[in-house]
């Protein structure tokens, strides 16, 4: 599985999209993408990435778009 598949797998299954629904998604533009939804995507992310954000890099997690340039900041290339 590539990075990219990885990714979107993660945040059709914690924040409960469809996959064309991925590059549209900001925080807090849906729902579930809530302060909860966004530490679950985080905690995920980390754990898949094998990576540690940093706070000002989670606050910046601001969107599905903006979501990659924060992982190329740790090596991971989606």
């Given amino acids: 599985m590539t990075n990219l598949e990885k990714y979107d797998q993660l945040f059709i299954k914690d924040l409960?999209?469809?996959?064309?629904?991925?590059?549209?998604l900001k925080y807090r533009g849906i729902r579930s993408w809530d302060s909860m939804g966004h530490m679950d995507l985080v905690t995920d992310l980390e754990e898949t990435f094998d990576i540690h954000l940093n706070t000002a890099d989670v606050m910046d997690f601001s969107s599905y778009e903006k979501g990659k340039e924060v992982l190329k900041k740790y090596g991971v290339i989606i």
């Avoid at 409960?16 to 590059?23: A, G, M, P, S, T």
């Fill in 16 to 24: 409960r999209v469809k996959k064309e629904d991925l590059e549209e």
